[in-house]
């Protein structure tokens, strides 16, 4: 906010604009200017002023999110003397606009309870707001609002109050907590018949369940309880109030996940939910899908509560297989969305079996898992109307896929063979309808790669029949069947005389357009598979990729039919390869020539990222084995690709896409003949780095990468190789040195990384005797920080390689100039990385990034422990002691075991150990 604080009716002017102009740019305008103000200091009072004033309702919800935003991210501006008058101020404000809008009341309910976690002086802040407010009827709902959200924000992300204030305040509400039960059932029991109240309660209650503090023996017996089931039985619960209840029925059941330690809960819950049947029974005759999807996710809750002792103890006590019987009876629904919501407990069903690996206890549950699979198979059905072939993009397509890969999850306990077979006599017996048929195939499909298909005359007999199918059968039983026939490509590689009819039979779905992508990725998966066999028919293939658009295939279909060919290539005898690949490569050239003649002709510019794309797989996957001292087939192809390749990369040098596959199918061609592509170096180097000083794409700098893997252990190759990191790093610099560059460019900073790890890996002294060493730590210390996956991994390996070539003595010639070089870095930059670190995993990094870390810290150790432990001393005592509110961050006690934990740990994971959990101390 520039030039001071701005007026109110500037404010209310900027409010109406945004939720009233009807030009988007005014809206635009307005948003960007009120989210200034938001950021400034001023916003704390400006909104504290549009909440007493009650104008209307947009800027008193403008005010309250400002609130709850300032409370929630930028408590630290206000000086703890303030505090008190700032919650005296926010009760005031709820009490006063408690009835103009629910979602006012919502943000400033928040905002009362972030202060009141961050706010260690406020004491008992659940006693005081009950004592306050629980005789007024009309200040009742605000009341339960803020009692709900208070436990919500215990664990929010955005709240860095550190886990010493946090066991403080969980242990503090946990106190109370019987406190609030209490006012719940009161409320519950005096609100007759408004559901908006009996809403609220329940909502309420779910928030403390899922903070794990009510205690079990009061809930057990509790009058709430029963209202609850109660709730759930009664036919004429509306639709609102019902949800209420199954989420805080499951709220409650996912509390007690240990169930030992909560035993008289855990046995009214079961009981409770066993007493649901009927309701459900109800809920379907009247076709009440809301109502039916609740209980099915309340039986699924239950049933992933009770997993252990079922699995442990079946059909005793709480191991009671009731509750499978509930999960089936949902099963037998008719939609579909109602057994999905189960799915997931019946992986982790057969996931803990799979583990137990006990024959007796399989048996008792192969009944319940054969019923499961026939329900699923029956889901499986297109409708009897269905045109055309199944969807697989569409939600009944995804349902579809996600059963496919149950069925492979359970499929063991079983019998994947008989199973198969099961299925295939009933299509042999009957002559059931085409969508029954289909549903078949589909299932026999997921199961067919998990049997033995070592002499099994089932399975060889099932690809007979199946290539018979005549063309006339509905076209989904068509696609399903060559589905099928894909996945048995290892049955095929074990009978090659069924080679010839199945390649037939897939040539035929190849031509038809509905068919044709299905095929191709059929015929793809027996090239993998039956790579020596396939041999023989590699005209057939080249034929097939010569005429590829041709065939009505998807971009993946077609990519994946190349994969194929290029995997049977490599197969070919050495002298064959050569001539074979150029044939290959032909169309793909003939087509990007083509390309490049037109846009000169026409000054346009046209997309070659399809064939760039198709010289990019075959590349990457015609690998033959090349024995020593003979020169690569591939390599002269590809050094007569090259001048077409440098050419499009320097017609579409501007656009980002096109460059990055340029560089994928370089980087496949230098990984294909290794060694042998060493003329083309000179000339890619110097095109890659002339490009790079105009249009900085990072996908030149993961180039660059793959060629220092490949060259930089040739001697003759490291100065042009370093030659080019220089010319690299200059631009790239320059980037990140803008403001906000690193976080602008996490691939440019990922991608780097790349490059210079290459380079510590293959020719550290090389790297580390030269002058740009200095930058490049410099970048990466500052980069640490960064919160981006990929780009913060990068950075960490690269730091981690960089000390570890000081460390390992592989009784190479260069390990004392090695030492030393590291040595001179480390005298330089040690202290100022071990903060950096530090700080970064405490006040920037998420939890993931933290082993990563550990490692660098891991390594720094190992090189000289002794000024590690000085320097990360040097840093604990640079570390906050209080957060914001003035609560305690840390104690002495804390600093100095983690400083001990640390140093004298002997091996990196104790390190990791430690370091999570003092960062906890800081989040």
Known sequence: MEGGKPTLPLVFQAVQALYHDPDPAGKERASVWLGELQRSMYAWEISDQLLQLKQDVESCYFAAQTMKMKIQTSFYELPPETHTSLRDSLLSHIQNLKDLSPIIVTQLALAIADLALQMPSWKGCVHTLIEKYSNDVSSMPFLIEILTVLPEEVHSRSLRIGANRRTEIIEDLAYYSTTVVTLLVTCAEKSGHNEKMFIKVFRCLGSWFNLGVLDN???????????????????????????????????????????????PLAMQLFQGVLSLETAYHMAVAREDLDKVLNYCRIFTELSETFLEMTVRTPGQGMGDLRTLELLLICAGHPQYEVVEISFNFWYRLGENLYKMNDPAIHRIFKPYIQRLLHSLARHCQLDPDHEG??????????????????????I????????????????????????????????????????????????????????????????????????????????????????????????????????????AKAIHNICSVCRDHMAQHFQGLLNIARALDSFALSTEAAVGLLKGTALVLARLPLEKIAECLNDLCAVQVMALRKLLAQDSNSGKSSDPTVWLDRLAVIFRHTNPIVENGQTHPCQKVIQEIWPVLSETLNAHQNDNRIVERCCRCLRFAVRCVGKGSASLLQPLVTQMVSVYQVYPHSCFLYLGSILVDEYGMEEGCRQGLLDMLQALCMPTFQLLEQPNGLRNHPDTVDDLFRLVTRFVQRSPVTLLSSSIIVHIIQCAIAATTLDHRDANCSVMKFIRDLIHTGVTNDHEDDFETRKRLIGQVMEQHGQQLVTQLINTCCFCLPPYTLPDVAEVLWEIMLFDRPTFCRWLETTLKGLPKETAGGALSVTNKQLTDFHKQVTSAEECKQVCWAIREFTRLYR
């Open 412 to 519: 063991f306990l079983v019998g994947s063979m008989e199973c198969f077979s099961q299925l295939y006599s009933t299509l042999k017996e009957g002559n059931p309808p085409w969508e029954v048929t289909e549903a078949v195939l589909f299932i026999m499909a997921a199961i067919a790669k998990s049997i033995d298909p070592e002499n099994n005359p089932t399975l060889t007999e099932v690809l007979e029949q199946v290539v018979l199918l005549p063309e006339t059968v509905h076209i989904a039983v068509r696609y399903t069947s060559i589905e099928l026939v894909g996945e048995m490509s290892e049955v095929i590689d074990r009978n090659p005389c069924m080679l010839d009819p199945v390649l037939i039979f897939l040539m035929k779905g190849l031509r038809e357009k509905p068919l044709a992508s299905v095929a």
């Open 217 to 263: 023996n009061f809930m057990a017996s509790n009058q709430l309880l029963m209202i609850l089931f109660q709730v759930l039985q009664r036919d004429e619960t509306s639709t609102n109030l019902h949800e209420a209840a199954s989420d805080c029925v499951c709220s409650a059941l996912y509390a007690i996940e240990n169930v030992a330690i909560h035993m």
């Open 389 to 410: 072939v199944p969807e697989d993009t569409d939600d009944f397509g995804e349902f579809r896929m996600r059963v496919s890969d149950l069925v492979k999850d359970v």
